[in-house]
């Protein structure tokens, strides 16, 4: 019998989940291990600026850094008395931080011989034009996206300028709302005219009031376009290149440039383990690193520099392949560096990684979500183990807040996770992945496998 989601406990994580807050470096928020500050960045810094970071989170907080799902650093443990003094020596050390609207561009931009055009002095059209528009949502953010080798198609926007090459020429489609794949077009323009265009829709965000997000405006407005809403992608043509998914592993740049992507296990990371591996990046010549996407650094530096900071890397346990399963798995903090968490995300993830390499094969990220909020992966996933008051929820297609198809006992998280693994090795025909086979299946037959364990 499926242990049923009381409505209260469910609505309120969803009313947690909508306050929407965002950690800023001078305004940090509470978590269950003191207050935690976010580090925005808008360019890459030098591993030694990386290092001044790492030993300030030692020095004023307890150690511990997150790079996010998004790419931005943050510093965990704060005291009320630590946070203001983190701020002011943060500022010293004179990063890139970014103020005002997040106007994110993928960590390749500007070096990328593959991309069709370079999103950043759009970007800083759109952040300067957005300077003095106020009452936005605090999470509002643009995505700008020349599509290169790396992208965030994945990442929910509430306005996405993506670059196509038109008639050899290039345009930038908008879109509003979701993933690259969910957001609706709103039109295909210009560059002069789409950032105008963004700088619009974010006037309008802003009348609307700071609970606007861009899926708002997406039904009103595409009515109005003169595009054929109605076709995916808006009847536009689609990229010239396979899609890399995720940031690990290394990629020719321009000018004899070389990056590699390198990630801390589950997004979290001491300090002391950061500082060496800055160091060996300062030692082998690296030239500069950007958090990114996915939980990941990417580093900067001659081919043969970024090879060795890999193999580095590997050897002291940091993700450094697509193929790592770890990097197959979505989890925030969880329990106990979250007050709102109901399970131990990282053990959970571990554990999954060492036993389920073969369900993690890159068609879909398992989300492990501490509580409904889902701050790891907000949008939909194929799987996704979420603790809440009244359990673990295996949700199917949909997001950590979704209701679930089956619950389990706290206790019974990986062996339920073994064998919906166990079903999908069994199941799987030729040549389907797991996310397929896990649709296939449907959730009828994933909650009968989740709950046959019980006793
Ligand atoms: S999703 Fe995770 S990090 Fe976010 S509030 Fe819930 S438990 Fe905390």
């Known amino acids: 019998m499926t242990m049923a989601v009381t409505t209260t406990s469910h609505d309120r994580d969803l009313a947690d989940m909508r306050r929407g807050a965002c950690p800023a470096l001078s305004a940090p928020m509470m978590s269950g291990d003191g207050l935690l500050a976010r580090v925005a960045l808008t360019a890459a810094i030098s591993p030694g600026q990386l290092i001044g970071l790492s030993r300030l989170a030692r020095r004023h907080g307890n150690g511990m850094l997150d790079i996010s799902a998004r790419g931005n650093l943050q510093v965990r443990g704060l005291s009320t008395t630590a946070a203001p003094l983190l701020d002011a020596d943060v500022r010293a050390l004179d990063l890139p931080l970014r103020e005002g609207l997040a106007v994110e561009v993928p960590p390749l931009a500007g070096m990328d011989e593959m991309e069709i055009a370079d999103p950043r002095p759009l970007a800083?059209?759109?952040?300067?034009?957005?300077?003095?528009?106020?009452?936005?949502?605090?999470?509002?953010?643009?995505?700008?996206?020349?599509?290169?080798?790396?992208?965030?198609?994945?990442?929910?926007?509430?306005i996405r300028l993506v670059a196509l090459r038109v008639e050899g020429e290039v345009r930038w489609k908008v879109l509003l709302g979701g993933t690259e794949e969910s957001g609706r077009v709103f039109n295909v323009l210009r560059e002069t005219q789409a950032v105008e265009a963004t700088i619009g829709l974010l006037h309008r965000l802003s009348e609307l009031g700071p609970r606007a997000r861009g899926h708002d405006l997406a039904g009103s407005l595409a009515e109005s376009a003169e595009l054929d809403m109605d076709r995916p992608g808006g009847g536009m043509p689609a990229s010239s290149h396979p899609r890399v998914k995720g940031p690990f592993g290394t990629f020719v740049l321009a000018g004899n440039l070389c990056a590699t992507g390198i990630g801390p296990a589950f997004g979290q990371i001491v300090a002391e383990k950061l500082v060496a591996l800055c160091s060996e990046a300062t030692r082998l010549g690296i030239r500069s690193l950007k958090p990114a996407f996915d939980h990941s650094l990417i580093f900067f530096g001659e081919q043969e520099s970024c090879k060795a900071l890999t193999a580095f890397a590997a050897e002291n346990g940091f993700i450094t392949s697509a193929a790592d399963s770890r990097g197959q798995i979505a989890t925030c903090p969880g329990s106990p560096a979250c007050a709102s968490a109901t399970i131990a995300t990282h053990e959970i993830a571990a554990r999954a990684a060492a036993e389920c390499g073969d369900l993690l094969d890159g068609s879909f990220k398992l989300h492990v979500s501490g509580c409904p909020k889902g701050c790891a992966h907000p949008q939909a996933s194929a799987l996704v183990l979420c603790g809440t008051a009244a359990g673990l929820s295996v949700i199917h297609l949909g997001k950590a807040s979704d209701l679930p198809f089956a619950t389990a006992a706290f206790a019974d998280t990986n062996a339920a996770l073994r064998r919906l693994a166990d079903l999908v090795r069994s199941e799987r025909r030729a040549g389907e992945n797991s996310a397929a086979c896990l649709a296939r299946l449907g959730s009828g037959h994933l909650a009968a496998t989740v709950m046959s364990g019980r006793p």
């Not at 300067?128 to 990442?155: C, N």
């Open 124 to 158: 800083e059209a759109i952040r300067e034009g957005a300077r003095g528009i106020t009452g936005l949502a605090p999470k509002m953010s643009v995505v700008a996206d020349g599509h290169g080798q790396l992208r965030l198609s994945e990442l929910l926007a509430d």
